[in-house]
């Protein structure tokens, strides 16, 4: 059974730009200079109006068509070629902008209807065209630490299959967002112009030299905690092919630096794991398969693993699923889960595991308990 898919995706503002002469330009020369919370919110004079007409006017393009394919905004092209559905998840991310942002709210509101899938909308503050050293240093690293955030959120990592769509919005976006798939192993997605047909970037073995990543970690790491380090302390101790590595991942700002998106990235995916935390609730606490009325036979095997399961300290709490071939042992992980079948039944474990390396840490003694 397929995943659910989730598509992170920028938008841009072509709906904005090809809206219908008459009342739709009328209204938005009405509220194009409201302020952006307002129309964050919807709340701008005119715009509930005008996101109806519009709406109205898109639903009305049959997507099974090439015609109409092609008059569709890029948001929508492609999330139709994607075949997002009623199990989905979208994420779009809207310039700072008055057109990024009712734009955004639009294609929100096509994909819940015309797809039945959840829709969210995240404005990116610094994404906008005016401040274009702003635009570099605030935009695109918090786009950036958006698309990682989502990207390394475990139940999107082992429970949807991860689409990030480029197609929409800014194109100086593209390159980041290709390293982020690159490097978290997630395919990238387009669409050209003129186009009906997905273009995929399939994700590759790409690597940083992790040693000298591992070198620098505690100098990005102090980056990443007080946002920016002066010159004279940041290259203090580095070699001069030291520093010549290590400035691609910076950006400097006012005589100090702080990360650039690139470098957001690279210490994302390299920085050392969080320390695997033992569960602190006691063993009694564990167990919620306790009530015999909704479990079948329990033999003594199983009796003894479920004791073992409640002593172990990387599991918070487990329950019980459904009888099984008493002759099948699995473990698996769905989502943040895990489901383990032993002795007939098949349970849903609770874990401590917060990060890819204790997971495998986590199935390894569970594996053991199962001996």
Known sequence: ????????????????????????????????????MALREGQARGQSKLESLVLTRLKAMDLQKEEDLQKASPEIKSLAKIEVGPDDQVVLYASETPDGV???RIVREFVRQTWGCSAA??????????????????????????????VNNPANRYGREIILNTTAGFKSLVPYTTVVGLLFSVPVEYIFEFSTEMIVLPPLPVNFDQDFIKRVEPLLRRIDRETAVSQNELLKGLSLVERDELLPLLEPVDGEYTMSALGLVVYEKYKSPPQLEPSSRAAKDKDHTRDFGQEPHRSPAFERFKACLAECQWVDSFRFLKGTNPERQSVEWVGERLHVTFGGIELEIETMARHESHRRTVEGEIRRLME
């Open 1 to 36: 059974m397929p995943k659910p898919k989730l598509v992170l995706m920028p938008v841009g503002a072509l709906i904005v730009a090809r809206l219908a002469d008459g009342a739709e330009k009328s209204l938005w020369e009405q509220i194009k200079e409201s302020e952006l």
């Open 102 to 104: 009712l734009s955004a």
């Open 121 to 150: 909308m995240e404005v990116v503050s610094g994404l906008q065209v005016e401040q274009a050293g702003r635009f570099r240093s605030q935009g695109v690293v918090r786009y950036v630490q958006s698309l990682v955030r989502e």
